[in-house]
């Protein structure tokens, strides 16, 4: 399979994964200088998209998509996407990781 298969598949899977979020698309998002490929009012969500059955995530990824949200003044979300090579995601394949401390503060709002 080719490069671009696998871009224009991970490129329907976040498209598909904001729709059922209800998040916007980044503009520019994949370039160097965008930041996040969809957000909300509270979240920047970084999307990684794979057709094969694992994803590894350094932790550079990690502080990256961490150092961007707090700047742009909104919780940080990495949503990890299996899909199948036109992008549908395959069964339980969507997923989000966010920080402990986001976790937390999630669970606080909840028992309000």
Do not use: C
Not at 46 to 68: C, F, G, N, W
Not at 75 to 98: C, S
Request: proline residues 4%; glycine residues 8%; positive net charge.
């Amino acid at each position: 399979m080719s490069k671009k298969r696998i871009g224009d598949a991970g490129r329907a899977a976040e498209k598909a994964f904001a729709a059922k979020l209800g998040m916007k698309l980044m503009p520019a998002s994949g370039a160097a200088s965008s930041k996040g490929d969809m957000s909300s009012e509270r979240f920047l969500l970084e999307a990684k998209s794979t057709i094969k059955d694992k994803y590894p995530v350094a932790i550079q990824t990690l502080i990256k998509i961490h150092s961007e949200a707090i700047m742009a003044g909104k919780l940080p979300a990495l949503a990890i996407l299996f899909t199948d090579k036109h992008g549908k995601a395959v069964n339980q394949g969507e997923w989000v990781a966010v920080p402990r401390w986001v976790w937390e503060q999630m669970e606080v709002r909840e028992q309000e």
